[in-house]
């Protein structure tokens, strides 16, 4: 079983930026292909952005040049550098991590991100 613990979520002003952390314990992190998703209320689960084992990204278009995801294989953690933020970025960020091909998805338990004046 591995356990994500999502942080970093907070209120911020529209145009400031946020970081979010995604740790991962009891695995061996580099197999896994990570990614953000966010939920907002009355809205569907979206794909945000994702990094694979290998260290390729992809962006929601909603995201692109704002948005920055990493990971850090020896800390067993991925990260969402978020910047130019908007209110429509309002949401839950929810860390998900994944092994191609298989049945192994595992999701945290959310992180608040409010961005409002």
């Known amino acids: 079983q591995v356990q994500l613990v999502e942080s970093g979520g907070d209120l911020v002003q529209p145009g400031g930026s946020l970081g979010l952390s995604c740790a991962a314990s009891r695995t061996i992190f580099s197999l896994y292909d990570m990614s953000w998703h966010r939920q907002a209320p009355g809205k569907q689960r979206e794909l945000v952005a994702a990094?694979?084992?290998?260290?390729?990204?992809n962006y929601a278009d909603s995201v692109k040049g704002r948005f920055t995801i990493s990971r850090d294989n020896a800390k067993n953690t991925v990260y969402l550098q978020m910047n130019s933020l908007k209110p429509e970025d309002t949401a839950v960020y929810y860390c998900?991590?994944?092994?191609?091909?298989?049945?192994?998805?595992?999701w945290g338990q959310g992180t608040q991100v409010t961005v409002s004046s």
């Open positions: 998900n991590a994944a092994i191609p091909r298989t049945t192994l998805v595992y």
């Open positions: 990094i694979t084992r290998g260290g390729s990204t």
